[in-house]
């Protein structure tokens, strides 16, 4: 079992910066990839962005890759998501994910474990 619990959500105008984290419990931290995930009103879920077990690759869609930044901290066995340069089509709940055998990193139906979503607005 993986517990995940995200934080770092909130409101801020076009062209901000907000740091997401998600901190996780239960399995040894380093013995799964991460992922972050999006779903907007009306939307399919979407890939953001994924990050190896030993953080050393990292993976983004198309559509944040140069604003978004994604890194993990052994110690506080925690995932971060940078994000900067925000536009109001980035608003969604932004979730983040295990994956405990990683194939397709932008597969969310790769992923075993997912935590409850944190909002992220961004107004015009």
């Known amino acids: 079992q993986v517990q995940l619990v995200e934080s770092g959500g909130g409101l801020v105008q076009a062209g901000g910066s907000l740091r997401l984290s998600c901190a996780a419990s239960g399995r040894t931290f380093s013995s799964y990839a991460m992922g972050w995930f999006r779903q907007a009103p009306g939307k399919e879920r979407e890939f953001v962005a994924a990050?190896?077990?030993?953080?050393?690759?990292?993976y983004y869609a198309d559509s944040v890759k140069g604003r978004f930044t994604i890194s993990r901290e052994l110690a506080k066995t925690t995932v971060y998501l940078q994000m900067n340069s925000l536009k109001p089509e980035d608003t969604a709940v932004y979730y983040c994910a295990a994956d405990l055998r990683p194939s397709d990193h932008s597969d969310d139906l790769s992923y075993d474990y997912w935590g409850q979503g944190t909002q992220v607005t961004v107004s015009s």
């Open positions: 990050i190896s077990r030993s953080g050393v690759n990292t």
